[in-house]
């Protein structure tokens, strides 16, 4: 068999910061400013639902780049690069711009366990509560509904990256979509059904892209509630499911000898972060010791 | 696609309404009943999702509201995940989810409305009716303007019925709609003597007077009859077209210096020839009917008296840009204006003006009208593609712009309705006969709504170039023993003037270097006796209620910007004045489309122009009631 070769891409010259690289035709900006790209030095973009397996939705605008010539400020997750271009990273604009949109998610949102908010927070001098105690927020109870996973969609920043790793993107189970308008508008089944009753097959792969951790396994939820979560002592370990034949890579993460959450590397061929139920949850054999053999 | 439903069952009634639309179901694959030949073919239905907006219109329209068992045998029929119709139902304000009333009385709060005492009718309404919610509800604009306050009571049924309130009183309100009967029937495509809704041309005061291009049929052609239409020139630029062809249509359009009359202002002719130029197909033309900006009725009074222009002006467009296929998007808002498109278009296809072959020329043509259901931002030229497609109506990021990759993801057109008539003048009097009208960039005359504390409200055509006085002084100025306060230009996306800025010409190029904007064409006069501070709450109110969420500038920027504005309405704060102006900029600067990016305009006009809530300017706080 043989693959054949891509068309060789034609490079296209601009500017990011002051400085002239080469980029291929086709790049985004956010890649032609990242770790792989040719801009010296690392440009750290923050992101919330851009999705490295996932089609960029540019909804949550924490991106935003100042392109010369452009009315309004554009997504870097998902704007390519021109010929010419000239961006700015890191200007006042844009500045302006990211620190708003954190403190917007930040007074609505409950951003505790989102990676990363509070450094970026720090770094734009964003101050979220300067909205006043009064602030509508989407402050709500989590749903449990299943033995699972967990949607806590009080810290839901509507990314829109768990419905599309639902739908057509991956899983193509279309459980659950975007439902309502504005500030209203909420992540849901239909009718608000619970999981259990919706078309959810429990892979798992919404709670793989979640960036805001409102959606998670509900061992690690149950644990965070008994103040035992602890990331510094967890080991990860991937291996090789053993369920089937496809071969999917498992990554399981390990708390006092415990399996607590099981993801997939994003780079793996077979899954790109995707798992199936067995994959995902069906790891309490592994740890099933028969009474009196335990330490 | 593999479905998973609930129990759900829909009623007869409500199956009834669905398989009038889509016909019975021909297989169990498709929600029919389970034979033995279905278990020998494993025929997979195609989706049709694009019909998942017609298919809860007719639930809806049916029975009022749209069930779990309506809504999954939509799903089945079309082959669309119950999860993401639920999600497509619950985006348009003029569906409910929940059980509620088969008649619903959508009474308008918007700026117009509000100007003209909206409060007085919700207060008799709320006294004698209950709260709103249920049998009746606030809404925005309704595009009534120049009769406000006004209501428009929907109606579910077989067939369903609507009727129009306005200007009316609260207690005639009431009354009408206690003794609510079904007014208007289907056959309402012509002016009818004795009807309840007075005539398009009611909303024209210039009406009959022999210099008007765009509003020159109104009051003058039947509105349902072909031949009266033809009679007074009409299908005359559609035989023309053919005699040029498609090349030379876009250059006339191209010369004649149209700008696109939605908002935008972007060439039409450019717009033309870059979708024409385009090698995939096919290409579609879409009509952008959803006029939703609070103060505008324009495009509803062309559509309801002149409906046979716009089915011609889609004619030609499509001809031109080499569409087979045009889209009418009709907000759902406008009862009467859909009643007489459908009207006129299927005369059209019956008489040979649209279909297989147009007027005998071999070019073939349709028009399918599509009809909203209540959401300000499906008239964002991106939005509109989604939710024809059955998707919820949110806009899409640019580029790719819609030339490139718009409905269907082919090729497509977008045009105001406003814009496309202006194409019939173009081709009759020649491109250089239209630019001679008007200014140097701005050609042509432009259709003003006149709303407010105004003597006659309307509509009015003007050439290019005649300032906002003329304008006023046309209507009447303000009312006697009034002073003029301000004037929203552009309705909600737009900006205040003062009064001393009254000599602003009213073009394009001149509003845009006074700082302010045409828009879409709204002229919204305020005295002295307008509460300022409560318009822009209800601006805020409006941005807030229709922002699609998508975005997050936009969609926790206006509540936080309606927040911040509720304070200030109660006391002065230069902390909160501060807070606006960031978010505004933050909304302006990061937000995916105009709704979220324009949603600071209004606001930011009125503090720095009208000096609203300047501690120098007392008279800004005249309400001080406590919410």
């Known amino acids: 068999m043989t693959i054949p070769l891509r068309p060789p891409r034609r490079l296209v010259d601009i500017t990011v910061d002051g400085e002239e690289v080469r980029v291929a035709e086709g790049t985004t900006i956010l890649d032609a400013c990242g770790d792989s790209g040719p801009c010296s030095g690392k440009k750290d973009i923050p992101t919330l639902c851009y999705g490295d397996t996932l089609t960029p939705k540019n909804a949550c605008r924490v991106c935003m780049v100042e392109v010369e010539g452009s009315r309004t400020l554009v997504p870097a997750c998902s704007r390519r690069v021109e010929q010419g271009m000239v961006i700015s990273t890191d200007s006042e604009r844009v500045r302006h711009s990211r620190k708003l949109v954190l403190e917007l998610l930040g007074s609505s949102t409950d951003l505790s366990t989102t990676p990363r908010a509070e450094e970026w927070m720090e770094r734009y001098g964003a101050d979220p509560a300067r909205f006043g105690p009064d602030a509508a927020t989407v402050e709500q109870p989590p749903k449990v509904d299943n033995d699972l996973y967990v949607r806590d969609y009080g810290k839901c920043i509507m990314c829109y990256k768990c419905v599309d790793a639902c739908g057509e993107q991956w899983q193509n189970t279309f459980a659950i979509a975007v439902a309502g308008r504005g500030f209203d508008s909420h992540i849901s089944t239909e009718f608000d059904a619970p999981l259990t009753d919706s078309a959810c097959v429990y892979c798992g792969n919404c709670v793989e892209v979640c960036p805001t951790g409102a959606l998670s396994f509900k061992t690690e939820f149950d644990m965070r509630a008994a103040g035992t979560w602890d990331e510094s002592r967890q080991t990860q370990t991937t291996t090789i499911c053993a369920y089937c034949g496809v071969g999917c890579n498992v990554t399981l993460h390990v708390q006092d000898n415990e399996i607590v959450k099981v993801t997939s590397p994003h780079d793996n061929p077979v899954t790109h972060g995707n798992l199936c139920i067995k994959g995902r949850f069906g790891f309490q054999h592994v740890q099933n010791v028969p009474t009196g053999q335990k330490d | 696609m593999d479905l998973r439903f609930r129990d759900a069952e829909p009623s007869d009634e409500e199956r009834a309404a669905v398989d009038a639309l889509l016909g019975p179901p021909a297989t169990a694959w498709e929600g029919g009943l389970r034979t033995d030949e279905d278990l020998r073919v494993a025929a997979a239905a195609e989706s049709r999702r694009d019909l998942l907006l017609p298919a809860l219109h007719a639930v809806n329209d049916r029975v009022g509201w749209i069930s779990e068992g309506a809504l999954d045998y939509i799903c089945r029929r079309l082959t669309v995940p119950p999860a993401e119709a639920y999600g497509v139902a619950t985006f348009y304000s003029l569906f409910s989810v929940t059980p509620r009333p088969a008649r619903v009385l959508h009474v308008c709060t918007d700026l117009v409305c509000q100007a003209k005492g909206a409060a007085g009718l919700c207060a008799s309404l709320e006294e004698r009716l209950g709260p709103p919610g249920s049998s009746w509800q606030h809404s925005p604009c309704l595009g009534l303007c120049e009769r406000a306050p006004a209501a428009l009571a929907l109606q579910a049924g077989d067939p369903p019925s609507s009727a129009v309130h306005g200007p009316v009183t609260g207690p005639d309100l009431v009354a009408a709609e206690l003794a609510a009967t079904p007014e208007t029937g289907p056959a309402d495509v012509s002016e009818t003597p ?434």
């Not at chain 2, 020159?216 to 509105?223: A, K, N, Q, T």
């Not at chain 2, 239409?229 to 006339?252: D, S, T, V």
């Not at chain 2, 040979?352 to 964002?380: K, P, S």
């Not at chain 2, 497509?412 to 008007?438: F, H, K, R, S």
Request: glycine share 12%.
């Open chain 2, 194 to 627: 004795g009807s309840a809704e007075p005539p398009a041309e009611a909303a024209v005061p210039q009406a009959g007077d022999p210099g008007l291009v765009l509003l020159r049929r109104i009051g003058v052609v039947d509105p349902g009859d072909l031949d009266d239409y033809r009679a007074n020139g009409g299908y005359a630029a559609l035989r023309r077209a053919f005699e040029i062809g498609p090349a030379a249509i876009i250059r006339e359009v191209l010369d004649s210096g149209l700008v696109g009359r939605g908002g935008a202002a972007f060439p039409t002719g450019r717009k033309w020839e870059a979708t024409a130029r385009q090698p995939d197909h096919p290409h579609y033309l879409v009509c952008n009917a959803d006029e939703s900006e609070p103060g505008t009725f324009k495009d509803r009074v062309i559509m309801e008296g002149d409906p046979f222009a716009l089915v011609e002006a889609m004619t030609i467009a499509g001809y031109a840009t080499g569409c087979h296929k045009g889209y009418l998007y009709i907000r759902g808002e406008y009862p009467r204006a859909i009643r007489r498109l459908t009207h006129a278009i299927e005369t059209a296809r019956s008489r040979g003006l649209l279909g297989a072959d147009v007027m005998g020329q071999g070019y073939a043509f349709d028009i399918e009208l599509r009809r909203g259901a209540g959401a300000y931002i499906c008239g964002e030229e991106t939005a509109i593609f989604n939710s024809i497609e059955g998707q919820r109506g949110e806009p899409r990021s640019k580029p790719p712009f819609p030339v490139e990759k718009g409905l269907f993801g082919k090729p497509t057109v977008v045009n105001n309705v406003e814009t496309l008539v202006n194409v019939l003048p173009i081709l009759l009097g020649g491109a250089p006969a239209y630019a001679a009208i008007g200014t140097g960039s701005s050609t042509g005359t432009k259709l003003f709504c006149l709303s407010g504390n105004v003597r006659r409200p309307g509509i009015y055509e003007l050439p290019f170039g005649a300032t906002l006085r003329d304008l006023l002084t046309l209507a009447g100025g303000v009312p006697e023993g009034r002073t003029l306060r301000a004037v929203l230009l552009g309705g909600a996306a737009g900006a205040f003037v003062r009064p001393d800025e009254l000599d602003i010409p009213l073009t394009f190029e001149g509003t845009r270097a006074a700082g302010t904007t045409l828009g879409s064409g709204v002229v919204l006069v305020l005295d002295d006796g307008a509460d300022l501070v409560k318009i822009l709450l209800r601006i805020a109110e409006f941005f807030r209620d229709e922002s699609c969420g998508q975005c997050v500038p936009c969609r926790v920027g206006t509540v936080r910007q309606e927040e911040a504005l509720i304070r200030l309405s109660k006391r002065p704060d230069s902390g909160d004045l501060a807070l606006l102006r960031e978010v505004g900029r933050a909304m302006r600067d990061a937000s995916i489309c105009g709704l979220g990016q324009t949603a600071w305009n209004a606001v930011e006009s009125a503090i720095d122009r009208l000096g609203v809530f300047s501690p120098a300017s007392p008279s800004t706080f005249p309400s001080t009631e406590a919410k």
